[in-house]
């Protein structure tokens, strides 16, 4: 077989195409954002593949279910809120009658590392009712993939597989097997399988439950899910889940005795195999990546007498990542030492927006434009300018979620409060920041919109926006602002204090205004020089 | 055999261009290699790190525990420092002298050196002048891929393909300089 030096993204993108492929859909988001990259960048190698950036997760989601209407395979991959996003067609996907293998991909983020929440995408398996696959290393990440594909295929379902920040951009080596062929073009002949009218969706949602059983057979017999019993050792078991087998298994060879151990990568949780486990000790400990997700479950499948230790009851961390370190102590482990004169002061150093960054020069125009107001409101988005909260620009108060900078002034302004100014980057607002547009429009609503139009993705890495910035003008127009109303500006230090005039007398205006302040970003920028030289 | 490294930067220094060469370097040597990264927002001119973990056999864990690691190779003095208590008590610190001072309160810098003097095992490099020297300032992260390659359980043949494989598709020029630059880096105390 041949190998492959494979970030856990790339894997998970090695998987697909090798399970045959035909479409990926996606939107940009740390730490998921390497596996449309990957397909991107091998297109040419390994085939005639679709594999595109969409306007949001939500679009990509659809795009993908009608890929699997038509019987091709086809992956959706996100970041953990982006599954916010997709929520709505995603849940009621699970509905549907799957025909060409659908696979969504969702990288969670425990520690926040780039992100707004930690939140846990087995929630929302469970919530779907679907089967979830969740690898360890980056070869399960391929192998899983592919067995994802066959699997959705086979059960009718949506399967996810689940990564984590340290398995999604940790390199290994992975062993890859023979490529399969793409399906055929092959309509689903499930007449009513794809409508979800109250009285098919019925149906449909007594099927899916029906099918439960299956599920859970497939994770019980799964050998991913790894039961080793010691039956002269009852204090107590170990489940560990995900990264948690990672962590466990690095210090399990300090322990004067190796417990019994039920490793579990395939959900619907195998319950026969944690009550067999149960059986042999007096306590289980569950370590797992992500929030309690098993071992609350645990509640539920085992009598009280068994004892439960993990995050609820805080021998684990309740925040943050697993690491070889914080789960010693849980293991009955002493902590790790460092060399004497480790304490030493270091500063931090956070993120800051790079040299010649032009969000640098939109701040400094906006702050100007702002001067005098207090209190005023600037509500703002995700994005590279996000940073612009921090020192030295303290220029924006709001971090929601994408596009919640517009609906937020929107709701502020017709609460009464002026000036309420929403700054926002392209790519976010092509994203979620059109829909809160159109009702502030609607709605008459006293308000700023302030556009940052770099015309890339900067933060996940500078992919392309989905629609170019000549045309994001013309949007704006053809979503009612008046025409009068909406500025370009081109943020550079000599135009600062044209810029803030411009910016404060479009706030002094009664009604929506909107300013685009368009140039390219710095690093985007640069990378495209570079690329034009080496052509 | 395991030899466990955290590498240590500011976004834009090169940090994963490091981890890349070493990995691949060891990949060539017929060791295992797991190397966890920091993508995303940290990029943006804060401090980055990676993991990186050499064995001759299977790794379980991307991350490297607390007094573990047996080398902290680092672009930046300051970053070096910031990861201490992962070395372990014989483990060696190899950082470059250049400063990078994006931060308002940046400490004494001789006293920083003194710090990294009295471990028990470091090297101070002046990793921007060996670049220049070399060819390039750009290839400063290599004169650190050098200075730790006389520790590191890979040989430098491999290290030296590893680069060439890593840096090819940007044309000769650029694999020289950067050979260059391990060289200094390997040979200058």
Known sequence: MPEMVLLGDEALAMGAIDAGVSAAYAYPGTPSSEIMEYLQASAARYGDYVAQWCSNEKTAYEAAAGVSLVGRRVLVSMKHVGLNVAADPFINSALLAINGGLVLAVADDPGMHSSQNEQDSRFYADFARIICLEPRTQEEVYRMTREAFDLSEAFHIPVMVRLTTRIAHSRAVVRTGERRAQNPVNKSTEKAGWMLLPATARKLWAELLAAQGKFLEYAEDSPYNSLELNVKFTDFGVITAGLGWNYYMENRDELPVQPSHLHISVYPIPAGKIRQLAERVERIVVIEEGFSFVERALLGILPPSVKISGKEDGALPRTGELTPDNVRGILGLEPKQGIEGSAVEIPGRPPQLCAGCPHRDSYDALNQALAGFDPKLVTSDIGCYTLGYLPPYQAIETCLCMGASVGMAKGASQAGFHPAVAVIGDSTFLHSGITPLVDAVASGANMTLLILDNSTTAMTGGQRTILTSSRLEKLVHGLGVDPDHVKLIVPLRKHTGENAGIIRREIEYRGVSVIIALRDCIQTLKDRKKKEADQ | ?189
Do not use: C, W
């Open chain 2, 1 to 189: 055999m395991k030899y466990d490294v955290i590498l240590a930067g500011v976004g834009g220094q090169g940090v994963l261009s490091v981890a890349a060469v070493i990995a691949l370097g060891a990949k060539k040597n017929g060791l295992q290699v797991r190397q966890s990264e920091v993508h995303g927002m940290a990029q943006r001119g804060g401090a980055v790190q990676a993991h990186l973990r050499l064995s001759d056999r299977t790794i379980v864990s991307d991350l490297i525990g607390k007094a573990s690691a047996d080398m902290i190779l680092s672009m930046e003095p300051i970053e070096a420092l910031r990861y201490l208590e992962y070395l372990k008590a014989e483990g060696v610190l190899i950082t470059s002298t250049d400063p990078v001072k994006n931060i308002p309160n940046y400490p004494d810098l001789e006293d920083i050196y003194g710090r990294i003097r009295a471990l028990p095992s470091s090297r101070l490099v002046g990793a921007a002048d060996l670049a220049q020297a070399a060819g390039s300032a750009r290839s400063t992260n290599m004169v650190m891929v050098g200075a730790a390659s006389t520790y590191l359980p890979v040989e430098e043949k491999n290290l030296l393909a590893a680069i060439e494989e890593l840096f090819s598709r940007k044309g000769e020029k650029v694999v020289e300089t950067n050979r260059k630059a391990f060289h200094k880096g390997r040979e200058n105390p």
